[in-house]
Structure formats: C-alpha cells, structure tokens
C-alpha cells in the first residue's frame, strides 16, 4: 500500500497514524490530522492509533524511526518489519519466540500477510 506523500504534510498541522489492515490481512498506515481525530470518521480498517507524530519523521517516511520514537495512543510500542508491515510488541514477541501463527494474541481477527521473502 502506498503511503502519505511529503506534500500532504502541512507543518502547521499535527498528525497521528492510524494503523490498519485489510480483509485480505495486509497492514498499512494512514495519515489522520490529529485535530481531525475526534470528528472525521475513521476508516473501517483502523486497527490501532499512534500519539502525534513529528513532522519531520512523517516528511522522511521512515516507518521504523517513526516506531522508535513514537507509540500508540494506549502507551504501548510497535514495530514495522522490512516490508512495511506493522506489528504490535506482543505479535512480535510472538513471533520471535516461534510460536505458531495459531497461538499468537493478533490484535486483529485474523493474522496479517506477510509478503514472500
């Protein structure tokens, strides 16, 4: 999924990022102006929300330094994998420990696609 372009960034605004996936389990990110969050309908894939991003950060598009520096709106952490996908700390954890995909605690009903290697 294509993400935001640096022109859609107005540096007198504040954004967040709205985490999501689709049916068919693919996980993106959607720009949300953070002013925005309480009266714009948010989309039917919105899975997670993060706190108010840097500028800066969104202008670089730098999905890994955006989950270093920023978290979640209910304080906790994710990470994005070599492909864009977002992963909540405890899918990682998850997944790092070699469970099976079963066994993970998803956020989502169903687990997200991973892209071939």
Not at 15 to 35: E, I, P, S, V
Not at 49 to 55: A, F, G, I, M, R
Request: proline share 5%; net charge negative.
């Amino acid at each position: 999924m294509k993400i935001w372009s640096v022109s859609d960034i107005d540096d007198t605004a504040s954004y967040q990022l709205l985490l999501c996936q689709n049916a068919l389990g693919r996980r993106y990110f959607k720009l949300l102006r953070a002013d925005e969050q309480e009266t714009a309908p948010l989309p039917e894939e919105h899975i997670l929300l993060t706190q108010v991003v840097p500028n800066q950060l969104l202008k670089a598009r730098d999905l890994h330094a955006i989950s270093l520096a920023v978290s979640l709106s209910n304080g906790e952490r994710f990470c994005v994998d070599a492909h864009g996908v977002w992963l909540t700390t405890q899918e990682l954890n998850g997944l790092n420990a070699g469970a099976a995909y079963g066994a993970i605690n998803w956020v989502t009903a169903a687990p997200p696609f991973f892209p071939d290697r």
